[in-house]
Each structure stands twice: as structure tokens, then as C-alpha cells.
């Protein structure tokens, strides 16, 4: 034998994977005058994702396929972030997009995740790879931001600070894992819906901007253990969400009483988040979850993990 090899054979395609964002502190300010909120948050990325895979078709367009977590109900064109992710990097590049774009979904649509902005950071990275575009961060910064308020975290994954409408990144560096229980529902809550029930619920004076993230900023940076960080997760749409869908309120006390160190409403909803001790603990509280009904889908989820651009 010589110890030649093979030559390699050609790339075929582009595989992303791209995890979902849960918000361990969502602290929501007034509307601003563009129709946002300006957010106070803590992003975290974990270990449930998408994968975005993207390979040449050979001739121009931009084709879309879907399978797993509710492939049936989203759209294959243009109303899919991921394309319109792809159809932004061939713009940003100058030439006619040609790829056939798959979307394997784990994360639930709809759920308070973002799964979309997740597809669309995926997008715009499988892309310009595929593509052979070079492209620096300032600018994929701002094609996601154009995308949405979530796609730029998407992007970086791993654990930050968001401002502004919630695209002006901080990374924090976190200094450990932490253990979730994500209790799905068969509902699902429209992001801007839950806004405006936010605003609803403050003209009757129910609900604050909780602006100040120092405390849990500290905690991760700390790596402090899952009981502290229970007692310092926060959400300004919990209530919100729970008012548009009020079974959740059931499904968060039912993890408490099986054991859960804390229930937390993920975004906009209608997720549940639980936090468990360590990974034991996790594998146990999820069992008993499951037994106990009234989630569409149980999954175990650790984090910080990192995004597809870190
Ligand atoms: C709830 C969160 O997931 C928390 O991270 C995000 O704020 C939502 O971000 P997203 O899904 O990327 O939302 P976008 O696509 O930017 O905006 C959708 C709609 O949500 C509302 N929206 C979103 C972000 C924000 N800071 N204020 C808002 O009021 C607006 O009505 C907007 O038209
Ligand atoms: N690739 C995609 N995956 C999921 N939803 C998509 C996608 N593209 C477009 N959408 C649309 O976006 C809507 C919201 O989906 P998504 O799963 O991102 O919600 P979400 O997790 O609540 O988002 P967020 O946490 O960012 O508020 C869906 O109802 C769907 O019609």
C-alpha cells in the first residue's frame, strides 16, 4: 500500500445546524414609535435545533422542502424566512439564487422558540457558504436584523444580552450547563398578538418593565447553580401569555408539583420551560411530565450551546 487516498469528492451540499433560543430573563418596555418594544433580554441557545441544509438545484430559484415539526402547516415560498434569507444573500452577492433549501424541524412553530428566525439564521449561513460568498459579520448582522428582532441571536447562539428591539447583542460568557424540561402545547401564540395583550394588561396596570439584567447576567457568568438561577428568571409576557392561552397556568403548575425547580413561559409562548437540578433530575422530571398529560411534546434541552456563526 502507498497510503495514497481518495481524492475527496465535492461537496455536495451545505448542512446547518441551528439551535432554538429560549429568554431567561424577557424584560419588555413600551411600544416604541416604530411599533416595536424595546426589550431588556437575556438570550441562551440550546441543544433542541433545526437543520438547514442547502444544495445546488442547477438552474435559477430558490425551492423549499420541509419535514418533521409542523412541515405540513408552513409555507414553501416567500412566506418562509428561510427563503427570504436566501433570495437576501443572492442580493447582497449580486447573482440569481440556485438552491434547493431542505428545513428538518425539531423545534415546534409558533412555540416561543424561534424556530423561524432559527431557519432563517440557518439560511443565510448555508447560503453564502454554498455560494461561496464572503460576507463579514457587520453585514449578515443586518440582513438578519432585517429579517427580525431574534434572527441576529440566532446567528451567534450561546448566551447574550439583547437591546434595542431585542438585534443589539452583548455576549455574556457563561460559565456552565443548565438542564430544561421544554413542555410543548397544541396551541400556538402569534408573537405580535402577545405583544399587544402585553400592552392590553398595562393599561389596566397588570405588568412592569423589568429592565435590569445585572443579577442573571452575573448568575451565568458565575455558573451558578440551577437553584439560584430558578429564583431570577423573569418574563414580562408570562402573563400575557397565559391570559391569551390560560390552560398554560395548569401545564407550569403541574411540572411544579412534579418536582420542577421553577416554570417559565419561553418568549412570546406558549412553551413551557422547567428547570431541573442536573441532567438526572431532567430525564426524571421529563418522565413525569409526560405521564402526567397535557403537553403536545416533551423534549430535554441543555444550554448555553453555540449558534451556526460562532
Ligand atoms: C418574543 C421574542 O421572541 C423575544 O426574544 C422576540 O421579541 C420576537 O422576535 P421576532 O419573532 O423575531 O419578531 P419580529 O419578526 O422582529 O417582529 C414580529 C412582530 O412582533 C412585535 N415585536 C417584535 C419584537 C419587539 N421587540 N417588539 C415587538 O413589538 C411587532 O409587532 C412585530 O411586528
Ligand atoms: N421556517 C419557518 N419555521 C417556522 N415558522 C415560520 C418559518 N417561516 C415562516 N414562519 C412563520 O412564522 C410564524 C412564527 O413562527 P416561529 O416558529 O418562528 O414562532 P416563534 O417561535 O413563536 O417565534 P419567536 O420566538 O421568535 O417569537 C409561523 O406561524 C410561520 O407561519
Redo the contacts with the bound molecule.
Sequence with gaps: MTGQTAPAAPPVGVAVDVP??I?PHLGVGDARADGYHALSTVYQAISLH?TVTAERRGEPGIE?T?SGE?AG???TDE??????AAKLIALYAGIEPDVKLH?N?R??????????????AGALIACSRLWDVEIGDAELHRLAAGL???VPFCLKGGTAIGTGRGEELTPVAAKGTWHWVVATTDT????PE?YKEVDRLREDGIGRFSSDVDQIVRAFETGADADSLARLLVNDMEAAAVSLRPQLASLMHGGLEEGALTAHV????P?VLFLADDVKHAVALARRIRMRGGARSVHLAHGPVPGPAA
Design positions: 432554538a433560543k429568554n433545526d423549499i420541509i409542523g402547516e408552513l409555507p412566506g418562509n424566512l428561510a427563503y427570504k428545513l424541524k423545534i415546534p412553530v409558533a412555540g416561543g422558540l424561534a424556530g423561524g428566525s432559527a431557519d432563517a427580525g428582532s431574534d400556538q401564540i402569534s408573537t402577545c419561553s418568549g412570546s409562548g412553551t
